[in-house]
Structure formats: C-alpha cells, structure tokens
C-alpha cells in the first residue's frame, strides 16, 4: 500500500455516480489510500444510479465500501459533512490530490467562492490554498455563464475542469467502457498509470 499523503475523492449530487465508484475502485486497486466524503445528495444519486445502497454514518459506509472493492486495512476513511475534526479540514492533513466526482453546479460555486460550508467545500478550500491539484467532474448540460465564470475562476487557480465527456474513437461496446473513458482522463491528472481505455492512435 501507498503510505504517502492519501487521496481524496468527494461525491456530491450529480449524475455520474459510476465515475465515482469506478474510480475509488481503482485507486484502491492501485494500492492508494483514499479518503472519501459523499454529500447526502451523492447517496441519493448512488442509490438512484447503481446498485448500491450506502447506510448513513460514515463508519457504516466505509465498512460497505471496504468489502465491495476489498481495501485493506487503513486504505479507506470516510467522513462525514459536518467532521470538522477530519485531517482534510487542515492544510496540515492535506491530501496529495482531491477529485470532485461528480460535482453539482452549487459545489462548484461553493468552492469557486471559498464558502467551506461543509467538510467538502472546505477540503477543496484547502487543497487550493495549499497548492495541491484539485480536480472537478461537473456534470451538467448546457452550462450557464454562471457556471462557465465560476469554472474559469478556478481554472485560473489551477483547478482542473473536467467534464465528464467520454470520447468515442476507442469505439465503446457497453456503458462500463464509457465510463473508464472519464475514470481514465481523471486516473491521468493524478498521475496513476492505467490501462482502462484506448489512447488516441494506440491499436489494440
């Protein structure tokens, strides 16, 4: 296992909770330590999206998400909204790198404005202002001005915009090589080495 500064991954309410998941799956996979915060939004969308259904406390959630992707001990932490006493609260527990996967609209703007109103907002606050590598999947169609101002705000900062928009020259066969796609532009901003999907002018 990773024993370096771990990663961080938020799930708020926006589409896209199969992004989420498949990465979390594979940054454990990858041997990482990952810390995981999901708005209550993000639990709806999951159960809505996905078979499966994550109990409220974040002690129970991490004990649901250690069996699924089979975490060895220590490798995952969850946290709650409001647990303010977490590391990622504090630039002096910041994680390597925090993606926002999915990320609403509002969550952008939160950030975008420094709010830190819960443990994600403040998180990704933390991770700016520490120099970090801060990466979010906004999924929303069409995007307002305000959304674009907001987004070119952090874009300015640093922050990495990533749209969840899969590409399709790899010529995908089922939903799962779509969303490897995304996994895999998000896996390439923080450096992890995967296989998931085709490059661009490799052949199988």
Not at 101 to 120: D, Q
Not at 132 to 161: C, D, Q
Not at 169 to 193: K, M, N, T
Request: one cysteine or more; proline letters at 7%.
């Amino acid at each position: 296992m990773n024993k370096t500064t771990p990663f961080a991954l938020a799930v708020t309410g926006a589409s896209g909770a199969p992004y989420a998941l498949r990465l979390l799956e594979v940054l454990l996979r990858q041997g990482e330590r990952v810390d995981v915060m999901i708005s209550s939004p993000g639990q709806i969308v999951i159960g809505m999206e996905t078979e499966l259904k994550l109990p409220g406390r974040p002690a129970e959630i991490r004990r649901v998400l250690a069996a699924r992707f089979a975490a060895d001990e220590g490798q995952l932490r969850v946290f709650g909204r409001e647990e303010w006493t977490a590391p990622l609260a504090s630039g002096s527990g910041a994680p390597c790198a925090m993606v926002v996967c999915p990320c609403t609209t509002g969550t952008l703007a939160s950030i975008a404005a420094g709010s830190s109103n819960n443990l994600i907002e403040r998180a990704a606050d933390v991770v700016i202002k520490e120099g970090r590598k801060l990466v979010l999947v906004p999924r929303e169609t069409p995007f307002s001005a305000i959304h674009l101002e907001n987004m070119l705000k952090l874009a300015r900062l640093g922050v990495v915009i990533l749209p969840p928009n899969p590409g399709f020259y790899q010529q995908p066969g089922s939903i799962e090589d779509l969303v490897d796609f995304v996994v895999a532009r998000i896996l390439d901003q923080l450096a992890i080495e995967n296989d998931l999907s085709l490059r661009w002018g490799d052949s199988e």
